[in-house]
């Protein structure tokens, strides 16, 4: 019989879904979850002018968290290294190349030597 340990993340005495096989996994996931629930509570107490609904400010958190490099680069004034993931089927027209590949020439045969 093999033995397996398996991580569970608690937050507020509720076991949450996702189970690690390794512990820094889990240790990173639940800080970014820290990260995510400072930002919601950034964002509700800024007093912004704009109505958005308790769900809408926590998935913007945890986006803004799990992207954390890229967003302090942008913070930064700099540009992302890369561009947020997408769900599948969803594309941007700039994605698509805008003329077709061009195929490569097939490459000449060497002609067998004579003895």
Known sequence: MAV??????????????REFLVKKE?????????????LADYIKDAGLEIDLDGKTIDA????LAKNGPEVSR???????????ARKPGEEKK????ATPAKKKAPAA???????
């Open 60 to 63: 913007i958190s945890v986006f």
């Open 94 to 97: 700039a994605d698509a190349p």
């Open 4 to 17: 397996i340990t398996k991580y569970v993340v608690v937050r507020n005495g509720v076991e949450l879904d």
């Open 26 to 38: 889990a240790d990173a996931y639940d800080k970014m979850l820290d990260a995510a629930e400072n």
């Open 74 to 84: 942008i913070l930064k004034g700099l540009k992302p290294n890369s561009q947020p």
């Open 109 to 115: 045969k060497a002609k067998p030597k004579g003895k």
